[in-house]
T-cell receptor, first 114, second 112 residues
Framework: GAGVSQSPSNKVTEKGKDVELRCDPI?????LYWYRQSLGQGLEFLIY????????KSGLPSDRFSAERTGGSVSTLTIQRTQQEDSAVYLC????????????FGPGTRLTVT | GESVGLHLPTLSVQEGDNSIINCAYS??????FIWYKQESGKGPQFIID?????DKRQGQRVTVLLNKTVKHLSLQIAATQPGDSAVYFC???????????FGKGTLLTVNP
């Protein structure tokens, strides 16, 4: 079946501009995660959505970062007033439900802020 | 704070050899551990997982060993192939029932 998809695959933006990154989770998966991966680094947790519950935003690095998940499916991560340090690969993952740790990852969006 | 770390950032092996990738964790509340493989330009891919009530779990050509006494996790790959070349991440549950904490990863290079 279809896996997690993300768009765009690559995004180059100028410092100060806003960007939106999209994630389509696996159909039927109620849990959705966003991570950030800097070059040669591990995965940094950003935000978690579970069904209609309030999201866990504890990993968002600043108030320039926000995310929403509409209809319990598609999610959008928005970065406002981008900075060069925001350059990274942004990964989305979904899992079947809360308590199922196995997460399925999308290919990521590589963001470059110039 | 609590963290998941790796002993070696890189590992180079000959094709056909067995590979062992190590991981140390510090959160004693972790009851679930998972290994992911990430190939260049792709998202992490699930390899194998293990719960804290187990010491060993085997998959196809892979084995995960868990030593809770010393808080150590390892991934063994049998008869390593060029297609196994990737970055391998361990992750722990850290007491959460939904969130994983990832280590920095080990780059495995398989030489033909």
């Amino acid at each position: 079946g279809a896996g997690v998809s993300q768009s765009p695959s690559n995004k180059v933006t100028e410092k100060g501009k806003d960007v939106e990154l999209r994630c389509d989770p696996i159909s039927g998966h109620t849990a959705l995660y966003w991570y950030r991966q800097s070059l040669g680094q591990g995965l940094e947790f950003l935000i978690y959505f579970q069904g209609n519950s309030a999201p866990d935003k504890s990993g968002l690095p600043s108030d320039r970062f926000s995310a929403e998940r509409t209809g319990g499916s598609v999610s959008t991560l928005t970065i406002q007033r981008t900075q060069q340090e925001d350059s990274a690969v942004y990964l989305c993952a979904s899992s079947l439900y809360r308590g199922r740790y196995e997460q399925y990852f999308g290919p990521g969006t590589r963001l470059t802020v110039t | 704070g609590e963290s998941v770390g790796l002993h070696l950032p890189t590992l180079s092996v000959q094709e056909g050899d067995n590979s062992i990738i190590n991981c140390a964790y510090s959160n004693s509340a972790s009851d679930y551990f998972i290994w992911y493989k990430q190939e260049s330009g792709k998202g992490p891919q699930f390899i194998i997982d293990i719960r804290s009530n187990m010491d060993k779990r085997q998959g196809q050509r892979v084995t995960v060993l868990l030593n809770k006494t010393v808080k150590h996790l390892s991934l063994q790959i049998a008869a390593t192939q060029p297609g196994d070349s990737a970055v391998y991440f361990c992750a722990e549950s850290g007491g959460s029932n939904y969130k994983l904490t990832f280590g920095k990863g080990t780059l495995l290079t398989v030489n033909p």
